[in-house]
C-alpha cells in the first residue's frame, strides 16, 4: 500500500542489541515496509541526524528511543536534537524500561510524541509497537496521499 | 496621817466653814492655857519674891537694930536667914559698889566689883528704891531671882543687899506643869481637827454626788455612746444587752432599740460550750481579750476582739464590753501566713535583703539548693554566691537598675558553700514602703542547671537530629536512585530473558512438549520476577508520589475503585456494594484508592470457589477515628496468619498468582495516615479488612518527610 512512496525511515536509539533487535521484529511483525537505522547512544544519534542535515537528506520519519543510555541519554539527546539549528527532529516516541513517573513526565517534557514502557512479554511489545506504526505511518504519510 | 492626808488631797475649793470652826475650838482651848501658864508662873515666881523681899526686909530690920558696923551685923544675921530660905545666898556691897559680905560662900565674892552687875545698876537707877528681877542668865548658868535694898535706907544709903535665889527648880516644876498641859492640848486638838476633816470630807463627799447628775449622764454619753469604740454594757446573767452606743448600732446594723432587745447569744456565733473554752483560753493565755465570732444585721460574720470587764453601773454589775472588728486583721494575718507558708514552701529560693544588699531573709530553699543555712547567711551579702561567671559590669547594671525601682531578672551562676556550681534564674525586685522608698530587696530565684543541661543535651540533639536528618536525605537520595536502578536496570534484563524465551518457544514449534513445558516455567519465573520488582518498587514509592495529606471522600474513592475492579469482579462473577455512606478522612486520594484497589482485588483473588463472590465496603466516624472496613465471603485467614499477612513476600498459598507486596502495601498506606489495618476472619468463612484512621490526620503530617523516602 506504501509500496508506491519511499520506505518509511525508523531510527532506534538503544544502547541494548537485544532491545534493539526486539523492537526491529516488532516493526517487522507489524506489517509497515520500513528501513531500520540504529544509534547505540544519544550521541550517535544526533550525530547522524546532523549528517542528514548536512546531505539535505530528510532523515528518520520517527525514532523509537531509549532513556538510559551511555555517552548522551534520550533526554540529553531530545533537548539538544531541538536547539540544533538545522537538524529536523521527527516525532520521538520513548521507549524505556522505566515507568517511573519522574521520567515520563520528563521525556514529555522535552519534546517526545509518545512514551512506551517497555513490556515484559513479547507479545504486548509487538501490539504496542504496531500502534504505533499504526498512528504514526498514518499521520505522517497522509499528506504525501492526497 | 489623816491630816496629811487631807491637806494632800485638800481642793482649794473646799468649804472654810469647818476650819474656822475648828480654829476656833482650837483657839478657845489655847488662850486659857496659856493664860493659865502665865499666871502659873507669876504666881511661883511672885511666891519666891515675897519670900525673898520678906528675907531682905528682916535682915534691914536686924541689921538696923543691931547698929554699929553694917557688915559685922550682916555676918551674924545673914546665916542664920539663909540657912532658912533654903536655897538663898545673900550678899552685901557699899554703895559705891564693892562687894563686901556674901552669905553663903564669902571668900568667893567679897571683894568684887558690883559695878558692872545688872542687879546693882538696877537698884541705883532705881534711886534705891527695891528692886527684884529675875535673871535669866547668869554667871552660875541657872536663873535666878534677886531682890535688893537699900542701908540703912532708901534716903541715905550706905550699903545694898542683895538677897538671891536660884529659881531652877522652881521654873522646872512650873515648865513641867505647862508641858503637861501643852500634851493634853495636843491630844485634844488633834481630836478636834481630825474630827474636822471628817466632817470635811463627807462635807466635800456629799457635795460631789450631789454635784449634777446631768454632768455626770455627760460624762457617761460621751465615754460611752460618743466613743467612735463599739461598746456594749451586757447583763451577765442572762446576757441582755443593757446599752449600746452608737458605734455599736452602725456596726451590727441594728437599731438601738432593737439591740436592746437581744441578748449576745444572737450576736455571737459561738454556743455556750465554744464561748466557755475561748475564755478558759484566753485565761490560760493571760489573755484580757478574747476572739469571737459576731453576725451583724446582714448576716455577714465578722472577726472581733472583744475587750471586757465587769463595771458597777447604777448598782448592778454589768460586763463593759469593747468590741473591736479584726476581720480585715485576721484577713491580713491569714493573708501573710498564706504568703509565708507559700514562700517557705516554695521550690524557687527567695532571699530578701535591705538597700544595702545585706541578707534578711531566705527560706528553706535557698539553704536546699545553696547549702547555707538561714544563720549564716542572714547577715551577709549575696556576693558570697558569686562564681566568677558573671562580669562585674553586669552586677553594676542590675543594682543601678535596682536602684532605680525597677525589677531585673537575669540568669547567674552561683556557687553553693560546698563550691560546686548551679545555674539561676534570678527576678529581683525592688521592695517599697507606704511612702514608696525602697526598703529591701526580694530575690525569687530557680534552680534552672537541670534546665540548663537539659537545653545543652537539648542543643546536642538537635545537631544530631540534623546530622541525621542530613545523613537521612543522603540516604533516602540514594535509595530512591537505588529504586530507579532497580526499576530499570533489574527489569532489563528479565524483560530479555522473558522476550527471547518466548522468542525461542515460538521457534520450537515442533519440539517435544516437555522442552515446551520448561520454557514455559523460564517464562513465568520471570514474569514473576517482575512483579515482584514493581511491588517493591510501588511499596518504597508509598508517601512519595502523592500530594499534601486532605480531607478525602473515602464514598467517592470507593466508587471510582470498584469502577475500575468492577470488570475484574464481573469476571468472577461477584457483586460489590458499598454499605451506608463512607467516612470523609484524611488522606491522599491515589493512595487510598490504591489501598481499595488492591483489598478489592485480594477478595478477587481469595474468592471462595463453591460460592458467589461478595464485596461489601462501609465505614463509621466515632469520636476521635474514623473505621472503614472491606469485606468478603472468600476462603479467609486462619487467625494464626491474621499478622503474617500483612508483611511483605508472605503468601499462605504456594503457586497462587499473588506476589506477598498488595497487603504490605496496604499496611503502609494505612500506617503512613497514622493508622491501623487489621483482618477479621476465619478459614473458610471470609474476611474483613478493617481500617482505623485518626479524624485529624497523622499526629505529625510531616512525618513521611523522615520515614518516607523523599525524591
Known amino acids: ?146 | 496621817m489623816l491630816i496629811a492626808d487631807y491637806f494632800r488631797h485638800a481642793a482649794p475649793r473646799r468649804s472654810p466653814v469647818i476650819w474656822v470652826a475648828a480654829a476656833a475650838a482650837i483657839c478657845v482651848c489655847v488662850l486659857p492655857a496659856a493664860y493659865r501658864a502665865h499666871d502659873d508662873y507669876l504666881r511661883v515666881v511672885g511666891e519666891e519674891e515675897t519670900r525673898l523681899s520678906r528675907a531682905a526686909d528682916r535682915m534691914v530690920g536686924l541689921m538696923a537694930d543691931a547698929g554699929g558696923a553694917p557688915v559685922e551685923a550682916f555676918n551674924k544675921y545673914a546665916p542664920l536667914i539663909v540657912q532658912q530660905r533654903e536655897g538663898a545666898s545673900m550678899g552685901l556691897g557699899t554703895w559705891d559698889g564693892d562687894m563686901v559680905a556674901r552669905q553663903p560662900e564669902p571668900e568667893a565674892f567679897v571683894g568684887k566689883s558690883l559695878r558692872e552687875d545688872r542687879a546693882y545698876l538696877a537698884h541705883r537707877a532705881n534711886d534705891g528704891a527695891p528692886t527684884s528681877g529675875l535673871r535669866e542668865r547668869t554667871l552660875a548658868g541657872a536663873p535666878r531671882l534677886i531682890v535688893t535694898r537699900s542701908f540703912p535706907d532708901r534716903d541715905q544709903p550706905t550699903h545694898v543687899l542683895f538677897v538671891t535665889r536660884d529659881l531652877s527648880d522652881v521654873l522646872a516644876a512650873w515648865r513641867r506643869r505647862v508641858w503637861l498641859d501643852a500634851a493634853q492640848f495636843l491630844v485634844v486638838a488633834g481630836a478636834v481637827l481630825t474630827f474636822a476633816g471628817m466632817a470635811a470630807r463627807r462635807e466635800e463627799g456629799l457635795r460631789r454626788s450631789a454635784a449634777s447628775a446631768a454632768e455626770r449622764e455627760a460624762l457617761y454619753h460621751t465615754l460611752f455612746q460618743g466613743n467612735r469604740a463599739v461598746k456594749l454594757l451586757i447583763d451577765p446573767a442572762d446576757g441582755a444587752l443593757v446599752d449600746v452606743n452608737a458605734a455599736a448600732c452602725a456596726f451590727y446594723g441594728y437599731s438601738r432599740d432593737k439591740l436592746l432587745t437581744m441578748r449576745i447569744a444572737d450576736i455571737n456565733i459561738l454556743n455556750q460550750e465554744e464561748i466557755a473554752a475561748e475564755m478558759a483560753a484566753a485565761a490560760a493565755e493571760k489573755r484580757t481579750h478574747f476572739f469571737f465570732r459576731h453576725r451583724l444585721a446582714s448576716g455577714e460574720i465578722r472577726d472581733v476582739e472583744i475587750h471586757s470587764g465587769p463595771v458597777q453601773y447604777m448598782g448592778r454589775s454589768l460586763l463593759y464590753s469593747i468590741i473591736h472588728d479584726v476581720t480585715d486583721r485576721r484577713r491580713l494575718e491569714a493573708e501573710r501566713a498564706r504568703l509565708f507558708t507559700a514562700i517557705e514552701q516554695s521550690q524557687a529560693s527567695v532571699v530578701i535583703t535591705d538597700t544595702q544588699g545585706t541578707i534578711q531573709y531566705v527560706n528553706p530553699a535557698f539553704t536546699r539548693i545553696s547549702g547555707y543555712s538561714a544563720e549564716e547567711i542572714v547577715g551577709e551579702n549575696p556576693r558570697v554566691l558569686k562564681s566568677g561567671h558573671t562580669s562585674e559590669e553586669e552586677y553594676r547594671a542590675m543594682w543601678r537598675t535596682l536602684a532605680s525601682g525597677e525589677p531585673y531578672s537575669a540568669v547567674f551562676l552561683n556557687k553553693k558553700k560546698d563550691g560546686s556550681q548551679y545555674w539561676e534564674h534570678a527576678q529581683l525586685s525592688p521592695v517599697r514602703d507606704a511612702t514608696g522608698a525602697v526598703v529591701s530587696y526580694v530575690a525569687v530565684k530557680e534552680n534552672i542547671t537541670e534546665l540548663k543541661k537539659a537545653e545543652q543535651d537539648l542543643l546536642e540533639a538537635n545537631h544530631q537530629l540534623a546530622e541525621q536528618a542530613a545523613k537521612l536525605q543522603t540516604v533516602n537520595a540514594e535509595l530512591e536512585q537505588f529504586a530507579y536502578v532497580a526499576s530499570h536496570d533489574l527489569r532489563q534484563p528479565l524483560r530479555s530473558i522473558s522476550s527471547f524465551l518466548q522468542l525461542i518457544d515460538r521457534k520450537l514449534n515442533d519440539a517435544d512438549p516437555e522442552t515446551r513445558e520448561f520454557i514455559g516455567y523460564a517464562v513465568s519465573g520471570a514474569r514473576r520476577m517482575d512483579r515482584l520488582i514493581v511491588g517493591l518498587l510501588d511499596y518504597s514509592r508509598i508517601g512519595r508520589k502523592s500530594g499534601p495529606l486532605a480531607p478525602t471522600s473515602l464514598d467517592e474513592v470507593a466508587r471510582i475503585s470498584l469502577q475500575t475492579c468492577g470488570p475484574a469482579i464481573e469476571e468472577a462473577g461477584g457483586t460489590a456494594e458499598i454499605v451506608g455512606a463512607l467516612p470523609v478522612v484524611i488522606g491522599d486520594a491515589g493512595e487510598l484508592q490504591r489501598l481499595l484497589d488492591n483489598m478489592i482485588g485480594n477478595a478477587v483473588k481469595y474468592r471462595a470457589p463453591d460460592r458467589p463472590l461478595r464485596i461489601e465496603i462501609g465505614g463509621a466516624t466515632a469520636a476521635d477515628r474514623v473505621t472503614f472496613w472491606v469485606a468478603d465471603n472468600g476462603v479467609g485467614v486462619a487467625p494464626k496468619d491474621h499478622e503474617r499477612i500483612f508483611q511483605m513476600f508472605q503468601r499462605l498459598s504456594a503457586g497462587g498468582d499473588g506476589d506477598g507486596i498488595g497487603l504490605a502495601i496496604c499496611k503502609k498506606i494505612v500506617e503512613r495516615l497514622g493508622g491501623a489495618i487489621r483482618v477479621e476472619s476465619a478459614l473458610g468463612r471470609g474476611c474483613r479488612f478493617i481500617i482505623d484512621l485518626p479524624t485529624g490526620g497523622p499526629a505529625l503530617v510531616g512525618d513521611g518527610a523522615l520515614t518516607n523516602i523523599k525524591g
Not at chain 1, 532513556?67 to 533526554?75: D, E, F, R, V
Request: hydrophobic share 45%; aromatic share 6%.
Open chain 1, 1 to 146: 500500500m506504501a509500496s508506491a512512496m519511499a520506505p518509511f525511515e525508523v531510527m532506534i536509539v538503544d544502547d541494548e542489541p537485544a532491545d534493539v533487535l526486539l523492537l526491529r521484529m516488532a516493526l517487522g511483525q507489524a506489517g509497515y515496509a520500513c528501513n531500520v537505522t540504529t544509534a547505540g547512544n544519544g550521541a550517535e544519534a544526533l550525530e547522524k541526524l546532523r549528517e542528514c542535515a548536512k546531505a539535505h537528506r530528510p532523515g528518520p520519519d520517527l525514532i523509537l528511543l531509549d532513556l538510559n543510555m551511555p555517552q548522551m541519554s534520550g533526554q540529553e539527546f531530545l533537548l539538544k536534537a531541538r536547539q540544533e539549528p538545522g537538524v529536523r527532529l521527527p516525532p520521538v516516541v520513548v521507549v524505556s524500561t522505566s515507568d517511573a513517573e519522574r521520567d515520563v513526565s520528563a521525556a514529555y517534557a522535552s519534546g517526545a510524541s509518545g512514551y512506551l514502557p517497555k513490556p515484559v512479554d513479547i507479545d504486548d511489545l509487538f501490539v504496542a509497537v504496531k500502534r504505533i506504526e499504526d498512528y504514526w505511518f498514518g499521520t505522517m504519510r497522509r499528506p504525501a496521499q492526497l
